[in-house]
């Protein structure tokens, strides 16, 4: 209920399909945001984003290797191990987790992982200026 | 008055936060029962099994005949064309086509089994923040919008980026809505009733090691079936042959009839698969060169070679829809908005659900059945009453028929669509809690209405459920000013008709 009280506003970013269906986000810096991030910063956590999500999805020696032993295996070789991709996604979220914790709380800004929203939006929760709890 | 409208869902949106109260809309028996999978409260038509670990599409009844016809057909011929091929010719015959059962067996289950890629649905701050973006977008040009499409440009080709009323989010390039299965789904190929299952990106290429594996193994099997019959009659005569082994007999009338579609078929999914097409864009012909002289394929590699390899060995993304995790009770999705007039200065988060035309609709619905109560029971029609009204300003009665026509308009005349799981959106919700003396509604309308006139047509595709009988459609158009006039009757006093005039009240002010 605290929490509920404290959230101003929420910001969308969405993903950007001008590279096709790849995963990347706007790096378009949101007005609602001026007041409470350097533009710079948020830029570069997006960036950040979206490059770990192309390496995620890059088609590389490692993706097609592990393609290629899946397939051998009839795809039963995915009940046993964690694609690269997963792994990848792992690393999304302890970096915003960082993020998070370095940057955008303490300026009352909390960035939910994309995975948690279909990967279709960056969600910024923006909290009241006055609020203390979270 | 549009841009009253988005000026106050603003003031909704970012403003302060009061404390929320119990509503009757409010499901609070989440919290109390032990925690729920996702997968038990998810939005699509699909089955699950396996506590969500297995996906599949509502009709299965195909998949289990394709089952049926693979495991009968592969076990007639392990049990009696095997044994006398194995001697006859070569143990490796019944080995061969052990793996090739396996891997078809494998590949199958994978295939239906799967998430195809399905896109889950925008939660409602989402939602609601599109909805203002495109308000914002098309403040000026008028009362009723063109269908929401967004344009990108991809590898110098522009795409269509279409809105989906359903699953409320601009989907993704090439990505579609599945009627059977009420999804959007990820590059998506087609729904596949053989496999129970839409093919999309996640299971494409196990559909794909499918049929070019079931083309082999019917091959296979086809080619030793004819080999032990022809074997057979060399010895004791056509005849006898088939008399000896009849089981023979009918894999080969299912073999027969299988080669023809599935060599087919995996031939054409060969020829996506090196374009880089879905059968969605090749039935469509989107990138076809008879389109125009400049389309092409943007999505496409340039090579054969690395747009097969990016189909079947490329990166497996996960699923993002999450099926076997838990609900989280603490996010109020679903929470209706709480009282009324007071609304506008105890704006808070609550808002943007408030705003939801779900609310808006159903208000409007109850101001519309509210002011044709009166109109049943009392027939005169006494418009000189209306003009006590126009101090507030002479274009009421106008307006108010505007508005009270608008949504009605709408509804009769809405486009069918594929079958949408909204059908609730407005009609069923709104007679299920209309009660006849409802305060804690009758005090929402004021408000919304305003929204409804913005958000009505946007409510046009999915409106075509709501039967248009439920609404007394024909009378407010017809009899607007009588409907006034009964607002407006002093005599009156229930408390249903105060809380409309005070509604209509409001509506005049903006």
């Given at each position: 209920?605290?929490?509920?009280?404290?959230?101003?506003?929420?910001?969308?970013?969405?993903?950007?399909?001008?590279?096709?269906?790849?995963?990347?986000?706007?790096?378009?810096?949101?007005?609602e945001?001026?007041?409470?991030?350097?533009?710079?910063?948020?830029?570069?956590?997006?960036?950040?984003?979206?490059?770990?999500?192309?390496?995620?999805e890059?088609?590389?020696?490692?993706?097609y290797?592990?393609?290629?032993?899946?397939?051998?295996?009839?795809?039963?070789?995915?009940?046993?191990?964690?694609?690269?991709?997963?792994?990848?996604?792992k690393?999304?979220?302890?970096?915003?987790?960082?993020?998070n914790?370095?940057?955008?709380?303490?300026r009352?800004?909390?960035?939910?992982?994309?995975?948690?929203?279909?990967?279709?939006?960056?969600?910024?929760?923006?909290?009241?200026?006055?609020?203390?709890?979270? | 008055?549009?841009?009253?409208?988005?000026?106050?869902?603003?003031?909704?949106?970012?403003?302060?936060?009061?404390?929320?109260?119990?509503?009757?809309?409010?499901?609070?028996?989440?919290?109390?029962?032990?925690?729920?999978?996702?997968?038990?409260?998810?939005?699509?038509?699909?089955?699950?099994?396996?506590?969500?670990?297995?996906?599949?599409?509502?009709?299965?009844?195909?998949?289990?005949?394709?089952?049926v016809?693979?495991?009968?057909?592969?076990?007639?011929?392990?049990?009696?064309?095997?044994?006398?091929?194995?001697?006859?010719?070569?143990?490796?015959?019944?080995?061969?086509?052990?793996?090739?059962?396996l891997?078809?067996?494998?590949?199958?289950?994978?295939?239906?089994?799967?998430?195809?890629?399905?896109?889950?649905?925008?939660?409602?701050?989402?939602?609601?923040?599109?909805?203002?973006?495109?308000?914002?977008?098309?403040?000026?040009?008028?009362?009723?919008?063109?269908?929401?499409?967004?344009?990108?440009?991809?590898?110098?080709?522009?795409?269509?980026?279409?809105?989906?009323?359903?699953?409320?989010?601009?989907?993704?390039?090439?990505?579609?809505?599945?009627?059977?299965?009420?999804?959007?789904?990820?590059?998506?190929?087609?729904?596949?009733?053989?496999?129970?299952?839409?093919?999309?990106?996640?299971?494409?290429?196990?559909?794909?090691?499918?049929?070019?594996?079931?083309?082999?193994?019917?091959i296979?099997?086809?080619?030793?079936?004819i080999?032990?019959?022809?074997?057979?009659?060399?010895?004791?005569?056509?005849?006898?042959a088939?008399?000896?082994?009849?089981?023979?007999?009918?894999?080969?009338?299912?073999?027969?009839?299988s080669?023809?579609?599935?060599?087919?078929?995996?031939?054409?999914?060969?020829?996506?698969?090196?374009?880089?097409?879905?059968?969605?864009?090749?039935?469509?012909?989107?990138?076809?060169?008879?389109?125009?002289?400049?389309?092409?394929?943007?999505?496409?590699?340039?090579?054969?070679?690395t747009?097969?390899?990016?189909?079947l060995?490329?990166?497996?993304?996960?699923?993002?829809?999450?099926?076997?995790?838990?609900?989280?009770?603490?996010?109020?999705?679903?929470?209706?908005?709480?009282?009324?007039?007071?609304?506008?200065?105890?704006?808070?988060?609550?808002?943007?659900?408030?705003?939801?035309?779900?609310?808006?609709?159903?208000?409007?619905?109850?101001?519309?059945?509210?002011?044709?109560?009166?109109?049943?029971?009392?027939?005169?029609?006494?418009?000189?009453?209306?003009?006590?009204?126009?101090?507030?300003?002479?274009?009421?009665?106008?307006r108010?028929?505007?508005?009270?026509?608008?949504?009605?308009?709408?509804?009769?005349?809405?486009?069918?669509?594929?079958?949408?799981?909204?059908?609730?959106?407005?009609?069923?919700?709104?007679t299920?809690?209309?009660?006849?003396?409802?305060?804690?509604?009758?005090?929402?309308?004021?408000?919304?209405?305003?929204?409804?006139?913005a958000?009505?047509?946007?409510?046009?595709?999915?409106?075509?459920?709501?039967?248009?009988?439920?609404?007394?459609?024909?009378?407010?158009?017809?009899?607007?000013?009588?409907m006034?006039?009964?607002?407006?009757?002093?005599?009156?006093?229930?408390?249903?008709?105060?809380?409309?005039?005070r509604?209509?009240?409001?509506?005049?002010?903006?």
């Amino acid at each position: 209920m605290r929490q509920q009280a404290a959230i101003a506003a929420k910001v969308f970013i969405q993903r950007d399909y001008t590279n096709g269906t790849v995963c990347q986000f706007q790096t378009k810096f949101p007005s609602e945001l001026e007041t409470r991030i350097d533009k710079q910063q948020f830029e570069e956590t997006v960036r950040m984003l979206n490059n770990l999500y192309a390496e995620a999805e890059k088609l590389g020696s490692q993706s097609y290797i592990e393609g290629c032993l899946a397939c051998l295996t009839a795809y039963a070789i995915f009940l046993c191990i964690e694609t690269h991709y997963e792994k990848v996604l792992k690393k999304i979220a302890k970096y915003i987790q960082e993020q998070n914790d370095k940057i955008y709380a303490p300026r009352g800004l909390l960035l939910t992982d994309p995975i948690e929203r279909g990967l279709r939006v960056i969600e910024v929760t923006i909290f009241e200026d006055r609020s203390l709890t979270r | 008055m549009h841009l009253g409208v988005s000026e106050s869902m603003r003031e909704c949106e970012y403003s302060q936060i009061s404390t929320r109260s119990s509503t009757p809309m409010e499901t609070p028996y989440k919290k109390r029962t032990p925690k729920k999978r996702k997968w038990e409260s998810f939005p699509g038509r699909n089955k699950f099994y396996c506590d969500g670990r297995i996906m599949m599409a509502k009709q299965t009844g195909v998949f289990y005949l394709t089952l049926v016809l693979i495991l009968v057909t592969c076990g007639l011929f392990f049990i009696f064309d095997c044994p006398f091929l194995a001697l006859q010719l070569t143990p490796a015959i019944p080995v061969i086509g052990g793996v090739l059962f396996l891997f078809v067996m494998g590949t199958l289950l994978r295939t239906s089994f799967s998430d195809p890629g399905v896109l889950p649905r925008a939660t409602q701050d989402e939602a609601a923040d599109l909805e203002r973006q495109i308000d914002v977008a098309n403040g000026s040009t008028g009362y009723r919008p063109p269908p929401r499409t967004k344009e990108v440009v991809i590898n110098g080709q522009t795409v269509k980026l279409k809105y989906c009323f359903t699953c409320k989010i601009f989907r993704p390039p090439r990505a579609s809505h599945c009627s059977l299965c009420d999804n959007c789904v990820e590059r998506f190929d087609h729904h596949c009733p053989w496999v129970g299952n839409c093919v999309g990106r996640r299971n494409y290429r196990f559909f794909y090691m499918f049929i070019l594996s079931l083309s082999f193994l019917t091959i296979f099997i086809f080619a030793f079936v004819i080999t032990h019959i022809i074997l057979r009659s060399h010895r004791n005569g056509f005849l006898n042959a088939l008399k000896d082994s009849p089981a023979s007999v009918l894999e080969v009338v299912v073999c027969f009839f299988s080669v023809w579609s599935i060599v087919g078929l995996s031939g054409f999914h060969t020829y996506l698969i090196s374009s880089n097409q879905t059968t969605n864009e090749d039935i469509k012909g989107s990138w076809s060169s008879k389109r125009g002289k400049d389309n092409y394929n943007p999505y496409s590699y340039g090579n054969i070679f690395t747009n097969c390899c990016a189909a079947l060995c490329g990166p497996l993304p996960p699923s993002l829809i999450d099926r076997r995790g838990f609900i989280q009770s603490d996010t109020p999705q679903l929470a209706p908005p709480t009282n009324g007039i007071t609304m506008y200065g105890a704006t808070q988060s609550q808002q943007s659900h408030m705003c939801d035309q779900d609310q808006c609709i159903q208000s409007t619905k109850f101001v519309l059945q509210a002011a044709t109560t009166p109109l049943l029971q009392q027939q005169s029609s006494d418009p000189v009453i209306l003009t006590t009204s126009p101090e507030n300003g002479s274009s009421l009665p106008g307006r108010t028929s505007l508005t009270l026509a608008g949504p009605c308009t709408s509804l009769p005349l809405g486009q069918p669509t594929p079958p949408t799981s909204t059908p609730s959106l407005s009609c069923h919700e709104a007679t299920d809690l209309l009660p006849i003396h409802g305060h804690s509604h009758a005090h929402n309308h004021s408000h919304p209405l305003q929204e409804a006139v913005a958000h009505h047509h946007f409510l046009t595709p999915e409106e075509v459920p709501s039967p248009p009988g439920m609404l007394p459609c024909g009378s407010p158009l017809g009899h607007s000013h009588t409907m006034q006039a009964s607002f407006y009757n002093p005599a009156s006093q229930d408390s249903l008709h105060e809380d409309s005039v005070r509604g209509l009240v409001k509506l005049s002010s903006v």
